[in-house]
């Protein structure tokens, strides 16, 4: 600041306002004071702060556990259960906890659980796939056989051993063979939508009330009538069964449910090419003449109903 300035400012007054602008300033930067330190641990005081939004409220249901135990499989099974997407979902949210996957759960050792779905066949030379399988047994309130490899052997039935990595693997039965099995969900493998419902209709089963569990009941009566019939069926079984008898009234469901194409509509009659079938029972399962069961046909509206409401609107 010049000379002239200087004394421009004493004589008009400006001065006072330069010389209280540094006081302004400070007064702007004074540091607020802190309180004091707190000399006991009890005496820190912790302030709460409330965002002002209510808690998300859940039903609360009593779930079921549900475990996946793989034996001898291509895991296709697995796979068909998680083809069910937002379905999977909702049935864990809401139904089922999946205490044991070893392909989804980190758990190393079979623990108790309400169902336990086994997908794939008993290898006999495996001590470790005879000793998980009557484990799972022991510990599984429902043994559920998830497919055609648990329920009938399916295309392990034709190993014969000497593969590169394992070969003195060389026999495999279902799982049925070393086990009581409570009911049968055969094809190779189950659709995602036949395994959704076998888990909604479990859970009503074990949860519901008096109503639901007989609606499950009728439901799963049919599968558990396969677990008693025995480990064999095939396109034989079908043709002796159902064909042979009279009974095939050429709706061709055997021929769109089998897997490997074996089954073809000559006629108006099923034509089963036994070279191509690989014992899966999925034609047996799915006829609707190889048994009958009314319980099943006369609920069939409340059933639906009853897995919609489960699931959602249109059972998704």
């Not at 421009?8 to 004074?30: C, L, M, N």
């Not at 996946?68 to 068909?80: A, D, N, Q, R, Y």
């Not at 290898?123 to 998980?132: A, F, G, K, Y």
């Not at 003195?168 to 055969?186: K, N, T």
Request: aromatic share 6%; charged share 25%; net charge negative.
């Amino acid at each position: 600041m010049g000379l002239l300035s200087r004394l421009k400012e004493i004589f008009t007054g400006s001065q006072q306002a330069s010389e209280k602008k540094p006081e302004a300033v400070a007064d702007i930067k004074r540091p607020v004071t802190a309180s004091k330190p707190a000399k006991k641990p009890e005496d820190v005081k912790v302030e709460q702060k409330q965002d002002g939004k209510n808690k998300e409220d859940k039903p609360v249901v009593n779930k079921i556990t549900v475990g996946h135990v793989h034996m001898s499989g291509c895991t296709g099974c697995l796979v068909s259960l998680a083809d069910n997407y937002a379905g999977l979902f909702k049935i864990l949210d809401d139904y089922a906890d999946l205490v044991y996957c070893l392909t989804l759960a980190d758990v190393r050792h079979i623990p108790e659980m309400d169902v336990a779905l086994v997908e794939g066949s008993v290898c006999l030379q495996d001590e470790c796939s005879v000793r998980e399988i009557k484990e799972t047994r022991e510990k599984a309130k429902v043994v559920v056989a998830l497919g055609g490899c648990a329920a009938y052997g399916n295309i392990t039935r034709f190993c014969r051993g000497g593969q590169w990595n394992q070969p003195q693997q060389e026999s495999f039965v279902p799982i049925g063979d070393l086990i009581d099995v409570d009911l049968y969900l055969p094809s190779c493998p189950p659709g995602a939508e036949a395994i959704r419902n076998v888990c909604v209709m479990a859970y009503l089963l074990l949860q519901g009330n008096d109503d639901q569990k007989a609606l499950a009941a009728a439901y799963l009566k049919p599968l558990m009538d396969l677990a008693k019939r025995g480990t064999e069926a095939c396109g034989c079984d079908l043709m002796v069964d159902v064909i042979n008898q009279g009974l095939c009234m050429g709706c061709g469901t055997c021929a769109a449910s089998c897997p490997v194409r074996a089954i073809t509509i000559e006629y108006g009659r099923p034509n089963i090419n036994r070279d191509m079938c690989i014992k899966c029972g999925a034609c047996y399962a799915q006829c609707p003449r190889s048994f009958f069961n009314f319980d099943v046909m006369n609920q069939f509206e409340g059933i639906t109903e009853a897995i919609d409401g489960a699931m959602g609107k249109g059972g998704q």
